[in-house]
Nanobody, 116 residues
Framework: QVQLVESGGDLVQPGGSLRLSCAASGSSFSFANWRWYRQAPGKQRELVASISSGGNRNYADFVKGRFTISRDSAKNTVDLQMNSLTPGDTAVYYC??????????WGQGTQVTVSS
């Protein structure tokens, strides 16, 4: 059974940085596409960044230049490096994998709070 476990969420001051990590287990992820989403209180879940099985990266406009998604295929992990954080980045961040056959899996989420 596929499991995703996120880590790295924390309380950080505006302008600070955090690195989120998502570890996957239970299958082969060679052909999977990985995504990070976030959901702030009272708002819809939104796509933050993605990295395809081929290594192509895409970012939401609101994080371009600040966030970087990376993948370690050997460890089945995907990280999200977040710099220049603002209070607007406060949310629960979720890791998502879309497998080659279309199945989606989600992690439990990790809380990121940006506040002074």
């Amino acid at each position: 059974q596929v499991q995703l476990v996120e880590s790295g969420g924390d309380l950080v001051q505006p302008g600070g940085s955090l690195r989120l990590s998502c570890a996957a287990s239970g299958s082969s992820f060679s052909f999977a596409n990985w995504r990070w989403y976030r959901q702030a209180p009272g708002k819809q879940r939104e796509l933050v960044a993605s990295i395809s099985s081929g290594g192509n990266r895409n970012y939401a406009d609101f994080v371009k230049g600040r966030f970087t998604i990376s993948r370690d295929s050997a460890k089945n992990t995907v990280d999200l490096q977040m710099n220049s954080l603002t209070p607007g980045d406060t949310a629960v961040y979720y890791c998502n994998i879309r497998m080659w056959d279309g199945r989606d899996y989600w992690g439990q989420g990790t809380q990121v709070t940006v506040s002074s």
